[in-house]
Nanobody
Framework: QVQLVESGGGLVQAGGSLRLSCAAS????????MGWFRQAPGKERDFVAS????????YYADSAKGRFTISRDNAKNTMYLQMDSLKPEDTAVYYC??????????????WGQGTQVTVSS
């Protein structure tokens, strides 16, 4: 049974950077697609980025494109989200997921508990 744990969230000023990590345990995710989603208070869960199992194919939401970089290290069973040029509207709980190369949350099978990212103005 695959379990996912996010880390790396915290407080940062606008324009700053954070790197989120998603560590998988209980099984290898090397052959699974993975993705990041986020949910702000009172808002719906939004797609951020996804990455195919090969690590070559990536897909970004327009809000993340040019600022965020998704990557993975299958040998370490870990996925990352490098977040640069952060904006206050990036404030949310960020979730990692395993399942599909997709922007639709229902296409993912496993979810982490989330890590809080807060960007001050």
């Amino acid at each position: 049974q695959v379990q996912l744990v996010e880390s790396g969230g915290g407080l940062v000023q606008a324009g700053g950077s954070l790197r989120l990590s998603c560590a998988a345990s209980g099984g290898s995710v090397s052959m699974y697609h993975m993705g990041w989603f986020r949910q702000a208070p009172g808002k719906e869960r939004d797609f951020v980025a996804s990455i195919a199992w090969s690590t070559i194919r990536t897909y970004y939401a327009d809000s993340a494109k040019g600022r965020f970089t998704i990557s993975r290290d299958n040998a370490k069973n870990t996925m990352y989200l490098q977040m640069d040029s952060l904006k206050p509207e990036d404030t949310a709980v960020y979730y990692c997921a395993v399942g599909a190369y997709s922007s639709t949350w229902t296409h993912y099978h496993y979810w982490g508990q989330g890590t809080q990212v807060t960007v001050s103005s």
